[in-house]
């Protein structure tokens, strides 16, 4: 079945660092990919559309500036929380579908810690 | 847009037992319904999905319903195990779209 990865899986650095997150389709071309925040308890909130080769979609009071978005290949898509403070502090995870209106699959997701 | 409400938030059973989590959606247009599985400190997990020509799909203990005269879906678990203790989410997309709009969750507990 479609596997998405997700690296790395918990990140703690300190205030001012920018931190980046992979997430790679391992057996799936994917032209467009999903980020996701998750606070505790909480649904998943969509932060942003990834498209290949071209810009990222935002999700409405995202910070384009805050979260960098790269999808420079059919199999991967970064997200780069750049200059991070504790209120960033988060479970971010990726998804990706090999075709609109068909499953989801998610990668296991990153704790990023700031202190 | 598409707004997906979740029912219950919380749902503790007996390992044995049925558990039943319904969802209500608001866009008639969707048409597919995916149910996903999320164990602490992972992604979420698609358990059973189901597309709007359909009424029913099952998988061994695992089964859901739709009804779209009335909007709603409901994930069926029969014979809890512990290891069913997650949190679960209904979601709902409309064709065309890879966006799928979650449930805010159900926590469920399976105890021994």
């Known amino acids: 079945g479609a596997v998405v990865s997700q690296h790395p899986s918990w990140v703690i650095c300190k205030s001012g660092t920018s931190v980046k997150i992979e997430c790679r389709s391992l057996?799936?071309?994917?032209?467009?990919m999903f980020w996701y925040r998750q606070f505790p308890k909480q649904s998943l909130m969509l932060m942003a559309t990834?498209?290949?080769?071209?810009?990222?979609?935002?999700e409405q009071g995202v910070e384009k500036d805050k979260f960098l978005i790269n999808h420079a290949s059919l199999t991967l898509s970064t997200l780069t929380v750049t200059s991070a403070h504790p209120e960033d502090s988060s479970f971010y995870i990726c998804?990706?579908?090999?075709?609109?209106?068909?499953?989801?699959?998610f990668g296991d997701g990153t704790r990023l810690s700031i202190l | 847009g598409e707004n997906v409400e979740q029912h219950p938030s919380t749902l503790s059973v007996q390992e044995g037992d049925s558990a039943v989590i319904k969802c209500t959606y608001s866009?008639?247009?969707?048409?597919?319904f995916p149910w996903y599985k999320q164990e602490l400190g992972k992604g979420p997990q698609l358990i059973i999905d189901?597309?709007?020509?359909?009424g029913e799909k099952k998988d061994q203990r695992i089964a859901v319903t739709l009804n779209k005269t009335a909007k709603h879906f409901s994930l069926h678990i029969t014979e809890t195990q512990p290891e069913d203790s997650a949190v679960y989410f209904c979601?709902?997309?409309?064709?065309?779209?890879?966006?799928?709009?979650f449930g805010r969750g159900t926590s469920l507990i399976v105890h021994p």
């Open positions: 998804s990706a579908g090999d075709s609109p209106n068909q499953p989801q699959h």
């Open positions: 057996d799936f071309q994917a032209t467009t």
């Open positions: 990834s498209n290949e080769g071209s810009k990222a979609t935002y």
């Open positions: 866009d008639s247009a969707s048409n597919y």
């Open positions: 189901i597309r709007s020509n359909v």
């Open positions: 979601a709902a997309s409309a064709g065309g779209s890879y966006i799928p709009t």
